[in-house]
């Protein structure tokens, strides 16, 4: 709704849309209209004050953190929003985490000032103490929640009236009294935040015991580069209250190309080099690929050096491949202007590239470089695809491949040991939405169900066998003898297969084939169908026929041989534990680690930061299935975690007994 606001004072909308209503700029697309939320990036552009804004609007949801990746790794400065019924939550931490690791300023707008028990004083108070007190109001509510329409604006000492008809339209007057008062005390404040950035300032400052209203402004633009002080603006962007004064700001004093005019980058033979806005060699960075019913496919970049016309070559650095660009366009949300270039600092998109991706760099051929890629946080949810019509695997193949090329933070494999399509995402609802694309886009049906888990057998104690296989039919016989010896190795060692045969009673040449028999074993399983570790099997003697023993039939003696000294040797199935890192409020920790211990978890340590409490723990994987939903739950939306696969380890006998039964179920019913 900011985003719209901006639109709308500015005029390149008449009237701004609603979410309810599906009908924001910003918001297009079937999904977000359908839900309500904001799930792809969206770019806008306006002009205000002489000057040209690009905006992404990023979703607020950690589960779509992707597309906020993208655009932040893309941008001059980050405008955070809180709303201020909620406060700062766990997004606003990253969003801000993230900020600070590309480099870039942020600002702060406390929106929904409008609403029933906005509280502004408190997410203010919350800031400070979450981001530091640098913090600093730039405007301020006169009367916030039901009917609020006025701003007190620091920086002009002034009280703004806004209309409430939604075009942004205001009236000022001098502020007086106890809000005179305020700004007075604010001023002198923000005067001091100035003079620490700048020591010609600092130095002026202490000489005069002040600074002049025209040296405070002249400080403000570079102190907000080097975040000597974090500027925050309150809004009622519904009724577009309190933003112009925000874009006010922002035109003159935030941040633009100019701000960070060179940006590093490996040149062919990875030596890092600068790339500087005054370059007139193109280099532009693709942060967004989407996939669009009318349109086809579209890659969103920023241009850092050069200007990108219509019908230039372009290298991909990252694919080693020629581009030709075609059209090339500026966005506000679905609408695109056709242009027939873009210069140095700009954003546009760019229409149906052969083989270019998210996160490549395209350059000019004489000048080869490549931009930093975006680092994507891990999945730390996973489902498998149940399809319910045949014939329909390349279709989901080719979807999740397009899926996967437009949100680098959904990923999917196929798992040949467990014969099902796993796809893994940020959160249950980017699983959702997800899958409801695959399924409108792709014309494909399926379910979403819980991925097989990868479980191990193996054994406890040494043990032999001798295995004959015989078999007379009216043509040629089959036969062979086979005693074999297994024992326990170390747990991560795998399957060693030795022969200690001595004399002559098997010829060495079948030997090879007991190793087929025994490997196609380990790999079908013995006791519940999984595959088998961390063993040592040596093939110490045996049997053969001068005519009947052949090749299929140490294979099969092998394997049976293999499979009655399993049985013999205490088998046991190992199940795969996860070390899991999970970020919660301290409020929140008893829940989470009672729920964790009902997951058979084992705690390894407990941190914290940014007012969080920060748990490692080993999970075994079984229990980890919607876990990130779970904690959600537990923590009011505010607990995150992610998941890594560590090591296996014996399953609980009550378990495993479970399982082994399970796995013989279809057998006794054949």
Known sequence: MLSEAMLACSGVINRMGTIVNGTTVSDYHDGESQRQISVHASLMHTAWQRKKFNFIDTPGYLDFISEGLGALRVGDFALVVIHANRGVEVGTEKVWAYSTHYGIPKMIVINAVDKENANFDSVLEQARKRFGDQVFPMTLPVNPGA????????????????????????????????????????????????????????????????????????????????????????????????????????????????????????????????????????????????????????????????SVKVGMDLYNSSRNSTERIGQVFVLNGKTRTAVGSLSAGDIGAVVKLKDTHTG?????????????????????????????????????????????????????????????TVISGQGELHLQVISERLKRRYKVNFDLVAPKIPYRETIKA??????????????????????????????????????????????????????????????????????????????????????????IAFQIAGKHAFKDAFLKARPCLLEPICTIEVQVPDECMGNVMGDLSSRRGKI???????????????????????????????????????????????????????????????????
């Open 360 to 420: 490549n760099t395209l350059c000019d051929p004489k000048r080869i470089v490549s931009l930093a890629k975006v680092i994507y946080p891990k999945p730390n949810i996973h489902a498998a695809l149940r399809l319910n019509t045949k014939g329909e695997e390349d279709k989901i193949a080719n979807g999740l491949a397009m899926l996967h090329e437009e949100d680098p933070t959904f990923l999917y494999h196929v798992d040949s040991e467990l014969h099902q």
């Open 604 to 670: 390894l340590g407990i941190d914290s930061a940014y007012g969080f409490q920060i748990l490692k723990a080993h999970v075994p994987q079984m229990e980890l299935y919607h876990y990130s939903t779970t904690l959600r739950s537990l923590t009011g939306g505010r607990g995150i975690h992610s998941e890594d696969f560590s090591h296996y380890e014996d399953m609980p006998r009550e378990l495993e007994q479970k399982i082994i039964a399970e796995h013989k179920k279809p057998v006794e019913q054949e």
């Open 462 to 551: 040494k043990a032999e066998s001798k295995y004959r296989h015989k078999k007379q039919t009216g043509g040629a016989g089959q036969f062979a003898e086979v005693w074999m010896r297994v024992e326990p190795k170390p747990r991560n060692t795998d399957v060693e297969f030795t022969e200690s045969l001595t004399g002559q009673n098997v010829d060495r040449a079948f030997v090879p084939s007991v190793e087929k028999g025994v490997k196609s074993a380990c790999a079908e399983g013995v006791v519940a169908g999984y595959r088998v570790v961390d063993l040592k099997i040596d093939f110490y003697d045996g049997k053969m026929h001068p005519v009947d023993s052949k090749d």
């Open 147 to 306: 009917g609020f329409n006025q701003v007190l604006d620091v920086l002009r000492t002034e009280v703004v009236t806004y209309k409430t008809d939604g075009t942004g339209h205001y009236e000022e007057v001098s502020a007086t009294g106890a809000w005179a008062e305020k700004v007075k005390h604010l001023h002198q404040e923000l005067i001091e935040h100035i003079a620490e950035s700048d020591d010609g300032l600092l130095q002026k400052f202490f000489d005069q015991g002040g600074l002049s209203e025209e040296e405070m402004r002249s400080g403000i633009h570079a102190a907000v580069q080097r975040q000597a002080f974090i500027p925050l603006f309150c809004t009622a962007a519904e009724s577009n209250i309190g933003v112009a004064r925000l874009m006010d700001f922002i035109a003159k004093f935030g941040s633009s190309p100019v701000d960070r005019e060179k940006v590093k980058a490996l040149d062919s033979d990875d030596a890092e080099v600068d790339i500087a806005l005054s370059d007139p060699d193109p280099a532009l960075y693709v942060f967004k690929t989407i996939s669009e019913s009318q349109f086809g496919e579209l890659s969103y970049f920023r241009l850092y050096s050069g």
